[in-house]
């Protein structure tokens, strides 16, 4: 069965400073990863997905994650921490061979952005 | 419109009272998920409806009865709940492929549930 690792339950940056978050999927090449973010007591949005149309893919509020096949990684960066983008996010894959279309989540990490 | 609306935001209910989360998308999503989220862990799969049909139910206890009234309108309803029974609840809408593929899910912003 899919499933993604998030290396990392917290992870705590300077404003400014570059943001790194890890997911790394298992077993086959799936069809969909996706990046999700929660802030505090709302539900989940989507940060952005990848498709398989192209490795690189840019999300909203600056986001963007890299498609690694060789390293099965879907890492989500962004150059620049701000204050707002202290969070928790998720990666996510579709289940697969289930006959389920529900998505199996990553355990979280949890950004803080220190002033 | 590309939101998943549900209501109340908050609920407080004891351990005997029926009360009911309710959930609408006007996507056209064919797909619609309830899952239960405690604090600090990811959201949890309770129940799938792919076209108006149950299609898994992930061994919830029967106090959680879900309904699909039509593609738009998705339902929760609580009975005699138990305090571990408090978590966010999380409704969530997607294209749901026949073909066995997934689009993106949308969730709506939870209902807080507090069971005393």
């Known amino acids: 069965a899919q499933s993604v690792t998030q290396l990392g339950s917290h992870v705590s940056v300077s404003e400014g400073a570059l943001v790194l978050l890890r997911c790394n999927y298992s077993?086959?090449?799936?069809?969909?990863l996706f990046w999700y973010v929660q802030y505090p007591n709302q539900g989940l949005q989507l940060l952005l997905k990848?498709?398989?149309?192209?490795?690189l893919v840019k999300g909203i509020n600056g986001f963007e994650a890299e498609f690694k096949k060789s390293e099965t990684s879907f890492h989500l960066t962004k150059p620049s921490a701000h204050m707002s983008d202290a969070a928790e996010y998720f990666c996510a894959v579709p289940e697969r061979g289930t006959g389920r279309r529900a998505l199996t989540f990553g355990s979280g990490t949890r950004l803080q952005v220190q002033p | 419109d590309t939101e998943v609306t549900q209501t109340p935001k908050h609920l407080v209910m004891g351990m005997t009272n029926k009360k009911s989360l309710k959930c609408e998308q006007h996507m056209g999503h064919r797909a619609m998920y309830w899952y239960k989220q405690k604090a600090k862990k990811p959201p949890e799969l309770m129940f799938v409806y792919s076209y108006e049909k149950l299609s898994i139910n992930e061994s919830v206890p029967s106090r959680f009865s879900p309904e699909c009234p039509n593609s738009s309108l998705l339902n929760l309803h609580l009975h005699a709940l138990q305090p571990e029974d408090s978590a966010l609840y999380l409704c969530?809408?997607?294209?749901?492929?026949?073909?066995?593929?997934?689009?993106?899910?949308?969730f709506g912003q939870g209902t807080r549930l507090t069971v005393v």
């Open positions: 077993s086959s090449v799936p069809p969909y």
């Open positions: 990848y498709t398989s149309a192209a490795t």
């Open positions: 969530a809408s997607s294209h749901g492929d026949r073909g066995g593929g997934n689009t993106e899910a949308f």
